[in-house]
C-alpha cells in the first residue's frame, strides 16, 4: 500500500504529474481503436474517397465504435487511475460513469440551474474529459483509505463505499469536474476581450491560443473561446481568430506524433506506436490518441507542440487569414476552410501557417525528444 501524502494543492499537482503516465497508458489500445475506427470513416466516407454514406450501416458501425472509445474515458480512466492511486477501482469507474448518466449529461446541458446538497454546480460535459476523473479518483483515495480506516470492519462493507460516492458528489461535480471551466471562463473571456482590440493585442491572442489551445481542450477551458467563434460565425460567416489558432494547434499535433515517430529509431514498439498516432491525427482527424498516448504521458512534448502551435499561428496572425467553415474537417482538410475568400492567398497562407505549425513541432519533437521524467507508469 502506497503512503498517502496531507491533501494539499501541491501535493495534488504533484500526484497529477507523477500518476498520469500510469493512467493513461494502460489506454493506449482503446485509444488506437478508436483512431483507427475513426479515421476509416473520415477515410471511406464523405469527407474523402466518398465509398461510404453517412447513413450507411457499416460507416454507422464505424461511428459508435469510434465514440465509444473516446465517450467513455471517464469510466476508463476511473479504472486506470484508481490502480495508480491505490484505491477502489469499481469506486473509480462508478465516478466516471456519473458524469456520463444519461440524466446528468441532460442536467448539464440544460440551463436550469442544479446543485448537490444546495451546492451550485457548474455545468460541464464531461463525455471525452479525462483530467476531472483523474483529479477525482485522486481525492477520492483519501476518503476511502480514511473511512476504511475509521469504520470498524463489521460495517465496512456496508457503509465505506456509499459514503465514499456521498462524500466526493460535490467535491467532483462542484469543485474538481468544473475547475477547468471556471478558470477557462475567466481566461477564454480575457483573450476574447484581448482578440477585440485589433494589431499586435490581436496577433498576441492567436499566438496564445495556437500554443495553449490542445491544454484548454484538455481541461475544458475552450468552451467559451468555441462559442464566442460559433456566435462571430453567425454574425459576420467567417472568423479570424480562435479558428486560426486552433487549426494550428491541431495540425502541431501531427508534427508531434511524426517528430516522436522519426525519434524512436531504436524502439519498434514505440516507432510503430507513434506512427499510428501520426496517421490517425494527420488522416483520420483523431488527435485524442496523441493527445493522451504521447502528449500527457511524456510531458516534454508538450513544449514541442506549443512551440509548434505558437510559430504557425504566429504567420496566421501576421498575414491575417480568415476560417469560412465553422465546422469542416479535421484532419488536413481543415485548410480548405480557408478557401471561401476572393483571394486564394488566404488559403495559401493557411496553409503555410499549418505547415509552419507541423514542421516546427515535429522537428522541436524530434531534437528535444520525448522522454519523461514522470514516474510510476507501471
Known sequence: MEKKNKLSLKNIGNAILNK???????LIPVLMVGGVFKMLMTILGPQMLKILAVN???YRTFAFVGDACFYFL???VGYTAAKQFHTSKVLGMLLGAIMLQPDFVKISMSKAAFSIYGIP????NYASSIIPIILTVWVMSYVYAFLNKHIVPTLRTIFVAPITVAIMLPISLCVLGPLGGI???GFSTMLVKFGNQGGVATILTIVTIGALWEFMVLTGMHLVLMTTLLLVFTQVGHEGVVSVGALCATFAVSGVALGAALKAAKSKKDRALFWGFFVSAFIGGVTEPTLYGLILPHKRTFLSLMIGGACGALY???????NYMPAGASNFLSVLGFSGSVSVMNLINAIIAAGIAFSV???ATYLIGYQSKISSTK
Not at 498520469?20 to 494502460?26: M, R
Not at 454546480?121 to 460541464?124: E, I, P
Open 20 to 26: 498520469l503516465a500510469g493512467s493513461l497508458t494502460p
Open 56 to 58: 450507411s450501416d457499416l
Open 74 to 76: 471517464p469510466i476508463l
Open 121 to 124: 454546480m457548474f455545468k460541464v
Open 183 to 185: 478558470i477557462g471562463d
Open 316 to 322: 496566421g496572425a501576421i498575414t491575417k487569414i480568415i
Open 361 to 363: 513541432a515535429a522537428l
